[in-house]
Nanobody
Framework: QVQLVESGGGLVQAGGSLRLACAPS????????MAWFRQAPGKEREFVAG????????RHADSVRGRFTISRDNAKNSVYLQMNGLKPEDTAIYYC??????????????????WGQGTQVTVSS
């Protein structure tokens, strides 16, 4: 069973930055797309950003474009989410997800095969 291990969440003041990281539990894990989703209390899980592993094509949600950047490191077999200019409305549990089939950069959560356990990001005003 493949697991996605996340790290980097925490508490930050508005305007601050955090960097989330996600790595699969086994190095030979082959993915097509990796993505970050988030879920705030009382809200549905929403797409934040995605990256096609082989080509580094990226997609960011309108709500985070220009502030968040998704990237990946082949050598470390990891994907990152650099979050700058954080706002209180960014407060949520952030989840890493992986799709193992060629699906492009979908925002639908049901396309993804594997999920991390989630990491809490809290932005204070």
């Amino acid at each position: 069973q493949v697991q996605l291990v996340e790290s980097g969440g925490g508490l930050v003041q508005a305007g601050g930055s955090l960097r989330l990281a996600c790595a699969p539990s086994i190095r030979t894990f082959t993915v097509y797309t990796m993505a970050w989703f988030r879920q705030a209390p009382g809200k549905e899980r929403e797409f934040v950003a995605g990256i096609i592993w082989r080509y580094s094509n990226t997609r960011h949600a309108d709500s985070v474009r220009g502030r968040f950047t998704i990237s990946r490191d082949n050598a470390k077999n990891s994907v990152y989410l650099q979050m700058n200019g954080l706002k209180p409305e960014d407060t949520a549990i952030y989840y890493c997800a992986a799709a193992t089939k060629p699906t492009g950069l979908p925002s639908r959560s049901d396309v993804y095969d594997y999920w991390g356990q989630g990491t809490q990001v809290t932005v204070s005003s």
